[in-house]
């Protein structure tokens, strides 16, 4: 599947990956009116909001970028019918040719991180027969438990070559108050690099070290199936890890709305112009309330995606070349 | 919702939560047998066995604990049939009168976690009506992403008089990897203490600070709404978390299965004979499947469960005594 997101990436020439994070303040009134008609202002008519909301960015992006990202959460926040579509939302982007990356940011001890793997990437047994649940090509993955609630779901991607993003320093403003304690190296570590004492260093550093590590445990031709998610707003963290983890693919929020451009990016990616994946959410689905796509109106919501998704390439193609 | 879980765990003397993690090698044959010749072996038939063998043992134990704690990965990798089986669960518990905690291990930046905690904690508004989606009474959170990944989880707790248990230091053998690792005090906790050199100390102690202050944003009439999950495996970490987050109910997996026993436990406890809750999942779900258990037949797992209660209340109550 590495392979395969490498491959849609050079082919449309976009490394980036649209958030389908639907929003129901994102929603044009007219398909809420529309589905509120069908299904009463239910869990149900929001979930029938989404989804024709969702097919339709889709329909208008899906041969200009590789991926998409749904975020499990903003199905989740709108109960079963929320998932339901979380679910259709996978299944209509894979037969559109698109990887799927779902943003689920699970984590668990042991045979737990295995359910949620085997939900998410691979099948469950259910008497004689194997069953899907709900079958993304990638997912995010929280690190806080350690090695025993990360090696289930690598277990799971050999077997369905699948991959994961795990989570090493997060686009949000307080991902330092954990993520960048400064930590002690440990007796092992010191030993192993030959030197008495090794500098404190922030904990995510530590974390891509565990990441590239239990990259090495999956490789696909060139990049590991395993990689990490580096926001784009720490971009001097980026570089820093982009050298820790030369094997492990980037996924990058943060850029857009979150703060991040297209100059913070160049540190994520390697000398080959690989190696690093943006994600775009709001700024992508929601395009047609930003002044500048305000033209296409909400009735064109798709197409102002569309130029978005454009831009967004042109973006960060320059900040490549320059 | 925490003084509620206070006054059932007087009631019932039972400072237990019964893990309702259902695995299709627990459920009983004959249970399984119905639900494929009915649904199949499908999804939908895997979903209608759990949903069986749980409501026969919460009609078991719904009087002699205060509480459960269905683990949602355990239902997810059964997709969408397996998500209408947890919230079917949650449901009955609540009218069965207990307190419910999903143990769902979300966490996220800001806006994301909102919808997470809306999910199964409060209610989203669609339209001009609000729904409500799992609605739990307490959720499980991940706090490697900060503050802004806990907050929006903490208000929601506010809005609906719920609560959470953030993870601090968790039960699995491997939690040490990262939760562990020696930290260096930071110039401010420093300067609040009046100390030029504070020592490093383990992140889980970090953590368990920033939980006891979250606390104090939400506090109930003798403990905070907003609680930890510490490890029964780690008997002495939870000595020294205990005084950190006096004011913290603290949930403690690894009970039984996992390894910790009675004796390891008192130690989560504060004098007053509060502040913990025990979790077991398999030791009691799966009770029929131990030999001390097994006279009770698979016909009889529910009353199999709820001897595994009984003795699990003995087991604690001696080493409170003690």
Redesign the interface.
């Given at each position: 599947m590495i392979n395969q997101l490498i491959t849609k990436i050079k082919e449309t020439g976009a490394p980036i990956v649209v958030g389908l994070?639907p929003?129901?303040k994102f929603v044009p009134e007219h398909l809420?009116k529309k589905a509120?008609a069908e299904f009463g202002?239910?869990?149900e008519?929001?979930g029938e909001a989404i989804w024709q909301y969702n097919k339709e960015i889709v329909d208008n992006i899906y041969d200009v970028v590789p991926a998409v990202k749904p975020?499990i959460?903003?199905y989740?926040?709108?109960?079963?019918p929320?998932?339901?579509v979380f679910?259709k939302t996978v299944d209509y982007c894979k037969q559109k040719g698109l990887v799927v990356i779902g943003d689920i940011?699970?984590?668990?001890?042991?045979?737990?991180?295995e359910?949620?793997a085997?939900?998410?990437l691979g099948k469950?047994?259910?008497?004689?027969?194997s069953?899907?649940?709900?079958d993304e090509d990638f997912a995010t993955v929280?690190?806080?438990?350690?090695?025993?609630?990360v090696k289930p779901f690598i277990k799971i991607c050999k077997e369905e070559k699948k991959g994961l993003f795990i989570?090493v320093k997060?686009?949000?403003?307080?991902?330092?108050?954990?993520?960048d304690?400064?930590?002690?190296a440990?007796a092992a570590e010191e030993q192993s690099v030959g030197q008495g004492s090794l500098p404190?260093r922030p904990?995510y550093e530590?974390?891509g070290e565990?990441v590239a590590k239990w990259g090495e445990e999956h490789m696909g031709d060139s990049y590991s199936y395993i990689g990490a998610v580096v926001g784009a707003t720490y971009p001097e963290m980026g570089k820093i890890l982009r050298k820790i983890m030369p094997k492990s693919y980037i996924l990058v929020p943060g850029y857009g709305a979150q703060g991040g451009k297209g100059k913070d990016l160049v540190h994520f990616f390697n000398k080959d112009g690989l190696g690093a994946i943006v994600n775009s959410s709001r700024g992508i689905i929601a395009a047609y309330q930003q002044e500048k796509y305000a033209s296409f109106g909400p009735e064109h919501f798709g197409e102002a995606s569309r130029a978005a998704v454009l831009d967004m390439k042109k973006d960060i193609g320059e900040a490549l070349d320059s």
């Open positions: 994070d929003m129901l809420k509120y202002e239910t869990l008519g929001a975020q959460a903003m989740e926040q709108f109960g079963i929320g998932l339901v679910k940011k699970r984590g668990d001890i042991g045979s737990t991180s359910a949620y085997v939900g998410h469950v047994t259910v008497g004689s027969k069953c899907y649940g709900f929280n690190p806080y438990l350690g090695s025993d609630g989570l997060t686009s949000n403003p307080s991902s330092g108050e954990f993520q304690r400064l930590v002690k440990q404190d904990l530590i974390v565990q």
